[in-house]
């Protein structure tokens, strides 16, 4: 392990609410180990700050390992920062060079106000799993689990939407801020499985839809999958287009108007 | 005391007494449920599962969590499994040796009784979870494929690649989220539990600040079920994540609710060392890398060669060495105190010298590299990402870290603790673990209490006070609740001190490592008695939190934290102190076999120590709760 340590320009976005003017804040660091994560660089500063009597940056982290999806900011531009498949809280600052500007900013989109600093409402997420992000099964009903035999490869393509950590770099890094990634991350891990079978339609056509109210359309970009610290395929998102539009048709049997 | 200490354990046969008890808990009629509110603090495992359970039954339910979303809980973060009786594997489990292994592996300290209901519900939380659209791992055929963990000697293990309390989580959080849709559950995050509101011995509501506006209120309900998780971030550097807090429990003991056993932590033996000052957390590697791992350190103290160009004969596989029928998968306790033996031996490795090696190269020769990915390709990947190198290539090293806590607030075998109204799920509370948690029995635990546990128990508790109003908002005591809350919040602002509020954390975080981390001794635990209370005191005249009370403030939230893991930090002490044995997680040093193992004293210890407030922070009382066990002999611990 080299024992490098790095010198910094950090601007950082600084807005003390929702309805304040935010602007861009110069810091310098020194010394800083290669070794640390972005987050503890971040730390260090706001340890530098408070010892100045300066408020310290709001920049929200929990689990630090990548997998809770409450940190990210945009890092240089890009959500989550330089490195593939690496939430803001994994990112090290092996990743950056000796005299490099680093500038944070907030997750960008109008549907995540910004509520301090670095700090953003992700709520929108929520309002589309309530739309049906669930199978329908209260507790105490269910057959034993060998009962549904899922064969190895489906339950391995449900896993790979339902490895998503709700952080919201998707929607952060879509220049039409769309939640297509997100949702059909969702959306799929439950209509791959053959437990999701019953729902699969009116699942579909509810989250689609109440993703609609709050985000962009997609237009194939791909800049979400590159930011998914994930990396969620973006097939989800074409079997997602080939099942809703199935669903409008199928919703509409069903309701015996076809 | 408030309330009562009666364990509540029904009588009958062992393998009857959830059946029965089941039977004779009065029931609140379906239309009736609707009369009840109950708030749930924490969307945990066992919290969303709590809410959205009693949503589904009927009840009026409020859930709240500090987090913007349910889903970020700090159980999203359990990697390696989840426990259950299955005997899928046809290898002889059974709910009866699932019971068995799990009081022997919480070294005698646990409750017989709830232990055996864990055994006997683990079964109903995998056929649940797989419903909910849980992606286990599979086999080829379609079936649920099991490993063995963590010392267990059958395979009955569900996991889902190294993810499995993610998955669990989300299966939890989608099924509370159904609830919020249906109206049903009331869901407030960004929202912290401040304080419980008690009305003559009896738990009535809570009190909440917003995080974002810094708004203070009550709510009041006819029950509370706090699922707010564990205190190992008392040792400020542990496996938990940054938020994670004893608050809500704390607040709760200090308004009367005994708390259990603090001084059993687990320390768990395969964690990232650390590598500088600034860490601020130590990441876990799931235990299941032990199952193809082999860990070993240098026998050369001054070893400067590389980990591949070093013989086997210069090699000391001290695990596989000392207990060669576990070898490896000796329990996290005993693997964890080897590892620390043989770095204050001096034969640690990295920069620093504090880790050991956790080695796949025979893995890999064996198996080949796929398989070896196919197994534990996330958790290759998180490390390399973590540490910049790559295992394929070079061991990992690995260091154990505070992980779990056994203990926390007491509870009956309803999960009611002695203040009638206030129930506690999961980690919070200090129920079937004893002094030590088996691998993969968390996630079980969180979901057995909140999917099949407290929404029958919580029954029995209402039931009587059908036609019973919960208190006003309005009320004088609601409000004394809330003015305590905003003048405690004030407070803080205004102290004005010049160190930040990590830095006290951090200071706080040595003492407790160094004195009542991995083994313990008297005069440890005395010097630990005196430095806390006075660095608590500093603390308080000194510490430092800028900005203000009506916007998103980290600090704020966070002094408030320290300032409770200060106090339980006291208590934590004083329990390791009297408790003159060692067993599971907690070992004094004077208490040891000659062979270096844990040493209970059945005749003296075999209680739980439940500590009452006894208005400041040293003067806890303490109750017992004596362990009878009628299943399960005691006997000493050997994994040679």
């Known amino acids: ?53 300066e408020v310290p940056v709001e920049i929200e982290s929990d689990c630090r390992e990548g997998i809770c999806g409450t940190c990210g900011c945009m890092i240089n531009g890009r959500a989550h920062g330089p490195e593939k498949a690496t939430a803001t809280c994994q990112l090290h600052m092996r990743s950056f060079s000796d005299g490099d500007t680093i500038v944070v900013e907030p997750f960008l989109a109008s549907s995540f106000p910004i509520i301090k600093d670095l700090a953003v409402d992700r709520a929108p997420l929520d309002r589309i799993i309530e739309a049906g992000g669930y199978i329908s099964i209260s507790t105490g009903s269910a057959p034993d689990a060998n009962l549904i035999p899922v064969p190895k490869d489906t339950a391995d393509a449900a896993f790979d939407g339902a490895a998503c950590i709700g952080c919201g770099a998707c929607v952060a890094a879509c220049p039409n801020s769309a939640g297509q990634l997100f949702t059909s991350a969702k959306i799929q891990h439950l209509n791959l499985l053959p437990q999701g079978q019953a729902e699969r339609w009116a699942r579909t056509e509810s989250m689609v839809e109440t993703m609609e109210d709050y985000f962009g359309s997609c237009t194939n970009h791909g800049e979400c999958h590159e930011a998914c610290p994930k990396e969620i395929p973006l097939d989800f998102i074409a079997y997602t287009n080939r099942d809703y539009m199935k669903s409008k048709r199928k919703n ?7 | 005391m408030i309330g009562s200490f009666d364990s509540k354990v029904p009588d009958g046969p062992m393998a009857e007494k959830w059946t029965n008890h089941k039977f004779n808990m009065k029931l609140v009629n379906p239309a009736n449920k609707r009369k009840f509110e109950v708030i749930v603090v924490g969307t945990g495992l066992a919290g969303a599962s709590a809410a959205a359970t009693m949503g589904e039954l009927g009840y009026k339910v409020k859930a709240f969590t500090y987090s913007d979303t349910p889903r970020r809980a700090h159980s999203i973060a359990a990697q390696g499994g989840i426990n259950a009786a299955k005997n899928y594997q046809n290898d002889g489990d059974s709910v009866h040796r699932l019971f068995y292994d799990t009081v022997k592996g919480g070294d005698y300290r646990s409750r017989e009784a709830n232990v055996h209901r864990l055994a006997e519900v683990s079964v109903n939380i995998i056929d649940q979870c797989v419903a909910q659209g849980v992606p286990f791992a599979r086999e080829y055929a379609g079936q649920l494929d099991n490993r063995s963990f963590g010392g267990a000697q059958v ?23 159904r609830q919020v849709s249906k109206g049903s559950v009331e869901l407030h995050t960004r929202t912290e539990m401040l304080d419980l509101i008690v009305e003559d011995g009896v738990a009535r509501g809570i009190v909440t600040r917003d995080l974002v506006t810094g708004d203070v209120r009550s709510h009041t309900a006819h029950a509370v079920v706090l699922a707010t998780g564990g205190y190992g971030n008392v040792y400020y550097l542990s496996t938990n994540a940054m938020m994670c807090n004893v608050t809500a429990g704390w607040r709760a003991h200090r308004q009367g609710a005994l708390f259990a056993n603090p001084c ?76 620390k033996t043989v770095v204050d031996q001096g034969m640690g490795v990295g920069p620093l010298k504090n880790g050991v090696f956790l080695d796949f190269a025979d893995a890999i020769a064996r198996d080949g590299e796929q398989t070896v990915r196919e197994k534990y390709g996330n958790l290759f990947d998180m490390y390399e990402r973590i540490t910049g190198e790559n295992p394929y290539e070079r061991p990992m090293r690995i260091y154990p870290a505070t992980h779990y806590t056994m203990g926390g607030l007491w509870v009956d075998y309803e999960l009611q603790s002695n203040v009638p109204g206030l129930f506690v799920v999961g980690e919070a509370n200090f129920s079937d673990h004893g002094a030590n948690r088996l691998g993969a029995s968390a996630l079980m635990q969180g979901l057995a209490d909140g999917y099949f ?49 990590d830095y006290y954390h951090r200071e706080l975080g040595k003492l407790v490592w160094d004195y009542i981390g991995m083994e313990r001794d008297k005069a440890g635990l005395e010097k630990a008695m005196t430095e806390i209370p006075a660095l608590r005191e500093e603390f308080e005249k000194n510490v430092r939190v800028l900005g203000d009370g009506q916007s998103l403030n980290s ?20 329990d390791a102190l009297e408790r003159e044995e060692s067993c599971g997680g907690h070992f004094r040093s004077e208490s040891q076999t000659p062979e270096g193992e844990a040493l209970r004293n059945d005749e003296d210890f075999a209680h739980v120590a439940a500590w009452e407030w006894g208005g400041d922070p040293g003067s806890a009382i303490k109750h017992k709760e004596e362990l009878t066990f009628e299943e399960v002999a005691l006997t000493q611990r050997s994994y040679k």
């Open chain 1, 252 to 258: 509409r049997k069903l309701q015996g108007q076809a």
């Open chain 2, 155 to 177: 395979s009955r293990t569900f996991y889902a690649r190294g993810q499995t309390g993610q998955q669990l989580l989300i299966g939890a959080y989608s099924a509370l989220m």
């Open chain 2, 264 to 339: 059993y932590t687990q320390i768990h033996p395969t964690c990232i060392p650390a590598s500088d000052e600034f860490q601020s957390k130590l990441t876990l590697m799931s235990e299941s890398l032990r199952n193809d791992g082999r860990i070993w350190v240098p026998r050369s103290h001054d070893e400067t060669r590389m980990a591949k160009d070093i013989p086997d004969d210069e090699r000391y596989y001290y695990l596989e060495e000392k207990y060669p029928a576990f070898g490896n998968l000796v329990p996290r306790d005993v693997a964890s105190r080897n590892a």
């Open chain 2, 555 to 574: 600090s704020l939230e966070k002094v408030g934290r320290v300032a409770d893991f200060f106090e339980l930090a006291e208590l934590k002490a004083r």
């Open chain 1, 1 to 53: 392990m080299s024992e490098e340590t790095l010198n910094l320009t950090l601007k950082v976005w600084r807005q003390e609410g929702p309805n304040a003017k935010g602007r861009f804040e110069t810091y310098q660091l020194s010394d800083i180990s290669t070794h640390m994560s972005f987050l503890e660089m971040m730390d260090v500063l706001n340890e530098q700050l408070i010892a100045k009597g």
């Open chain 2, 453 to 501: 546990v407290l929404p029958y128990t919580i029954g029995n508790y209402l039931a009587p006070l059908l036609g019973q109003g919960k208190l006003s908002e309005d009320d004088p005591i609601c409000q004394a609740a809330v003015q305590g809350v905003a003048d405690q919040t004030k407070k803080w602002l205004s102290v004005g001190g010049t160190q930040s509020v």
